[in-house]
């Protein structure tokens, strides 16, 4: 048997997009006898402390539940005993400016940006942008689940996964 595939979501507020990340490979990344074929966790260099509310209401409205999610820093990884990744996906958006965080240690390391829907308004926009979020996050994980094992070690091949957009 073997291990599942270590993947850690990370950005700086840890509220929005590497929570939804974290709960659609958590639920969707398994084989077809229910064990993990991916485990994935969640974090931020500058963590804002909670889940963004819509993020979590978008994840319910989805049938996930949310109740384990939390936003928590990076520095829980760097801990003995933490997991070694596998891969490493940061979120953040660079054409806004966002402060990338850079992961130290192993595994493979590949940026999907995506825009954050935590700050849009009116909070229907933001409603709206949650699910397109969710819609994005959903089509990027399900192409890094039709990854082959040797893809899945491949830079270019996780690296491509950036441009999907739904």
Not at 91 to 97: G, L, R, S
Not at 131 to 156: G, Q
Request: aromatic share 8%; proline share 7%; net charge negative.
């Amino acid at each position: 048997m073997t291990h599942p595939i270590n993947v850690l979501f990370l950005c700086t507020g840890n509220s929005a997009r590497s929570i939804l990340s974290e709960a659609l490979l958590n639920d969707l990344g398994r084989n077809d006898d229910g064990s993990p074929r991916f485990l994935a966790w969640s974090a931020g260099s500058k963590p804002s402390g909670q889940p963004h509310p819509e993020g979590l209401a978008e994840l319910e409205n989805q049938g996930h539940v949310t109740t384990l999610y939390r936003s928590k820093s990076w520095d829980e990884f760097s801990k003995i005993g933490a997991p070694e990744f596998d891969i490493v996906v940061t979120v953040c958006d660079n054409a806004a400016a966002e402060t990338c965080p850079v992961f130290f240690g192993p595994g493979l390391k590949v940026h999907w940006p995506q825009v954050d829907p935590a700050h849009i308004e009116p909070i229907s926009a933001r409603q709206t942008a949650f699910a397109r979020t969710y819609r994005i996050c959903k089509a990027r994980i399900e192409a890094l689940m039709a990854l082959s094992a040797d893809e899945l070690k491949d830079h270019a091949a996780v690296q491509a996964i950036a441009n999907i957009d739904a």
